[in-house]
C-alpha cells in the first residue's frame, strides 16, 4: 500500500514538472514577442520624429511648430 501511494505521489511531481516546463516555455515565448513588438513601435516612433524634423525643416522649426500647434497661435 505504501509503494502505491509513492508512485502516485511520484507520477503527480512529474506531472507538475511538465506542465511547468511547459508553462516557462510559454512565458519565454511571450516575453519574446512583447519584445519584439515594443520594438517595432519604438522605431517606427523614431521614423516618425525623423520624418517631422525633415518636413519641418530641423528640430527648432518642430519645436516652433508643435508650440505654435498646441498653444493655437
Known amino acids: 500500500m505504501k509503494d502505491s501511494a509513492l508512485t502516485k505521489n511520484r507520477q503527480g511531481v512529474r506531472t507538475g514538472e511538465q506542465t511547468r516546463a511547459g508553462l516557462d516555455t510559454f512565458a519565454k515565448g511571450t516575453i ?29 522649426e518642430l519645436a516652433y511648430s508643435w508650440f505654435r500647434a498646441v498653444s493655437g497661435l
Do not use: E
Not at 519574446?32 to 513588438?37: D, K, L, Q, R, S
Not at 519604438?42 to 528640430?59: E, L, R, T, Y
Open 32 to 60: 519574446t514577442v512583447m519584445g519584439g513588438i515594443s520594438a517595432l513601435i519604438g522605431i517606427w516612433a523614431a521614423i516618425c520624429f525623423i520624418g517631422g524634423i525633415m518636413s519641418a525643416g530641423g528640430p527648432v
